[in-house]
């Protein structure tokens, strides 16, 4: 054990202090059709260019998607809502949005729609989003809405 201590603290100090992604996954067998996702978010310490994900749903399969916020350079904080394309036919396109809010397409981790919004949120403060699905206005299509709320729901 104590030979392990110094190459772990090594390593440590070699690639830099992070932490291993944590995935949680849950059986909905049984469940029906969910429609909705409601998440929390707490940053206790932030480094530029990291994104906190709320929630990644069907990873790697179409129609996926993922929510959360980001620290990117210097104070800028955002959060952020994507879909991928669902086929090279299909892509996913804002029908509504804030005011403060940008859009648009997105590329090189997969293609689809983006929206994000500049959002001065702080550590130690709790991040409230909330994820809607719907049939959509359109034939064969869905509707999605993402809230985010800085305070308790």
């Not at 916020?69 to 991928?84: A, L, P, V």
């Not at 590329?107 to 130690?124: D, P, Q, R, S």
């Amino acid at each position: 054990m104590k030979l392990n201590c110094p190459l772990i603290l090594a390593s440590t100090l070699f690639f830099g202090l992070s932490a291993s992604a944590q995935h949680f996954w849950w059986n909905l067998a049984g469940q029906g059709n969910g429609t909705c996702l409601y998440g929390e978010i707490t940053v206790l310490a932030t480094h530029e260019n990291t994104y906190y994900c709320g929630a990644n749903w069907h990873p790697g399969e179409p129609a996926g998607g993922y929510c959360g916020i980001q620290h990117n350079g210097g104070e800028e904080h955002r959060t952020i809502f994507s879909i991928w394309d669902t086929s090279p036919e299909l892509h996913p396109k804002v029908t509504e949005a804030g005011p403060k809010t940008e859009f648009g397409r997105f590329g090189g981790e997969g293609e689809g729609g983006h929206t994000h919004m500049l959002w001065n949120w702080k550590t130690n403060e709790t991040f409230h989003f909330f994820v809607h699905k719907e049939p959509g206005r359109q034939p064969d299509t869905t509707d999605t809405r993402y809230h985010y709320c800085p305070v308790k729901i």
